[in-house]
């Protein structure tokens, strides 16, 4: 027998969710309001950081400059009183903006986690499901009927509401929901979106290739595996 040596190039694609990537998918979720309150929270961490200056601009000197423009041009020159007199302008104080500014109490009720905490802290279940139903599901509205689900799960990872009710709620047909539990069920960790306890073991044997008749039978039988009664298993 011949030994011969070889060299082989292969070329191979994967996706990697860097710390990076993760923070820019929490970000793009966020409502307005939502994104508000962090961009705040990270101003209170970090003094060093600082809105630019069109983002701080108070919203009522828009309304001012509108008003401003609306309002008929004057001749540029310092208006007269009756007495035929010019009046001096008005002062303004050079700090007005700052103290405007400065009004937001720099104590919040209780602290934030730092941006780094968000980025090393690993994603909760939810957000997991979120990124691996972005990912694998092509179809918008099935994609956004399995999200929809996702909130709907325990805190145990169980889907125990029923199609017809989850259809009811979502405004959809049963057979939709049906198809984004499916979907939800395909994704890691196994047994995800199960009704219960039975189906979430079905579906992890199913992965393994175990779930045989003989298995399935033991499994519409848990309640009695639970209390030992193995003469009423053996029948």
């Given at each position: 027998m011949a030994i011969n040596l070889g060299l082989q190039v292969r070329q191979t694609q994967g996706l990697v969710l860097t710390p990076q990537l993760q923070q820019a998918i929490?970000?793009?979720?966020?409502?307005?309001?939502?994104?508000?309150?962090?961009?705040?929270?990270?101003l209170v961490d970090n003094p060093f950081l600082r809105l630019a200056d069109h983002l701080e601009r108070p919203a009522g000197e828009a309304g001012e400059r509108a008003d401003t423009a609306a309002a008929?041009?004057?001749?540029?020159?310092?208006?007269?009183?009756?007495?035929?007199?010019?009046?001096?302008?008005?002062?303004?104080?050079?700090?007005?903006?700052?103290?405007?500014?400065?009004?937001?109490?720099?104590?919040?009720?209780?602290?934030?986690?730092?941006?780094?905490?968000?980025?090393?802290?690993?994603?909760?279940?939810?957000?997991?499901?979120?990124?691996?139903?972005?990912?694998?599901?092509?179809?918008?509205?099935?994609?956004?009927?399995?999200?929809?689900?996702?909130?709907?799960?325990?805190?145990?990872?169980?889907?125990?509401?029923?199609?017809?009710?989850?259809?009811?709620?979502?405004?959809?047909?049963?057979?939709?929901v049906a198809e984004a539990r499916a979907a939800l069920q395909r994704c890691d960790p196994t047994g995800v979106g199960a009704r219960d306890l039975r189906e979430c073991l079905a579906l992890q044997l199913a992965e393994r290739d175990r779930l045989d008749p003989l298995m399935a039978r033991l499994l519409d039988h848990l309640d009695l595996l639970a209390r030992a009664d193995f003469a009423r298993l053996m029948r």
């Open positions: 929490k970000l793009l979720q966020l409502s307005h309001l939502e994104l508000q309150a962090l961009v705040q929270r990270e008929p041009r004057s001749s540029g020159l310092p208006e007269e009183d009756p007495d035929g007199w010019p009046q001096p302008p008005t002062p303004v104080a050079a700090d007005a903006r700052l103290a405007t500014r400065s009004c937001v109490s720099r104590a919040p009720a209780e602290p934030a986690p730092t941006l780094e905490q968000r980025l090393t802290r690993p994603p909760s279940l939810q957000e997991h499901l979120r990124l691996q139903l972005g990912a694998d599901v092509g179809e918008p509205r099935l994609r956004a009927v399995a999200l929809a689900l996702v909130d709907h799960l325990d805190e145990d990872g169980y889907l125990r509401e029923t199609d017809a009710e989850l259809a009811q709620r979502l405004g959809v047909t049963e057979e939709r």
